[in-house]
């Protein structure tokens, strides 16, 4: 049982971006098929599909960074000595993190704001905070995937 959740809070992300994609993917097919088949749209696809591919976006990112496959720009650093290249990587990630920290705080600063005045989506009723929550919840589990890069990296070096 340990295991089994061990493994799903490693993959958690991947896991829900991938059921996010089969969403959008089966939301975006049966619009086709009732456009062009059947002659009548479904409304409601359009806006699923959009928030599925927005919580897919944000969840993706943290995959990236636990991955350590995030796009960066690191060629300026090859021809530098090892140990400069590593700092110079540690304070981008310190940037990074920064970043991810005005984010996250603006992000709930938002969520708090919409649940003050909601704003509802047009076709699927649903209250766009919920819509949003996925920035500052994207945001924050991408930053814990770069801080448990960094724990795994040393915890293998002590042993």
Same mark, same amino acid.
């Given at each position: 049982? #340990?295991?089994?959740?061990?493994?799903?809070?490693?993959?958690?992300?991947?896991?829900?971006?991938?059921?996010?994609?089969?969403?959008? #993917?089966?939301?975006?097919?049966?619009?086709?098929?009732?456009? /062009?088949?059947?002659?009548?749209?479904?409304?409601?696809?359009?806006?699923?599909?959009?928030?599925?591919?927005? /919580?897919?976006?944000?969840?993706?990112?943290?995959?990236?960074?636990?991955?350590?496959?995030?796009?960066?720009?690191?060629?300026?650093?090859?021809?530098?000595?090892?140990?400069?290249?590593?700092?110079?990587?540690?304070?981008?990630?310190?940037?990074?993190?920064?970043?991810?920290?005005?984010?996250?705080?603006?992000?709930?600063?938002?969520?708090?704001?919409?649940?003050?005045?909601?704003?509802?989506?047009?076709?699927?009723?649903?209250?766009?905070? /919920?819509?949003?929550?996925?920035?500052?919840?994207?945001?924050?589990?991408?930053?814990?995937?770069?801080?448990?890069?960094?724990?795994?990296? /040393?915890?293998?070096?002590?042993?």
């Amino acid at each position: 049982m #340990v295991k089994r959740l061990s493994r799903f809070f490693d993959n958690f992300e991947l896991i829900f971006s991938a059921v996010f994609l089969v969403t959008m #993917v089966i939301a975006l097919l049966f619009q086709v098929f009732f456009r /062009y088949v059947i002659g009548k749209s479904l409304p409601w696809s359009e806006e699923l599909s959009r928030l599925c591919f927005l /919580y897919m976006v944000f969840l993706a990112t943290s995959v990236a960074a636990k991955n350590r496959s995030h796009i960066r720009v690191t060629s300026q650093f090859n021809g530098l000595p090892a140990k400069i290249r590593k700092i110079f990587l540690v304070l981008g990630d310190i940037v990074w993190l920064s970043f991810n920290t005005i984010v996250i705080y603006q992000g709930i600063k938002l969520f708090i704001d919409m649940g003050e005045r909601p704003l509802m989506s047009q076709v699927l009723g649903i209250n766009l905070k /919920y819509m949003f929550i996925i920035i500052p919840l994207g945001f924050f589990v991408q930053s814990l995937r770069i801080l448990q890069g960094y724990y795994l990296d /040393y915890s293998s070096k002590k042993k």
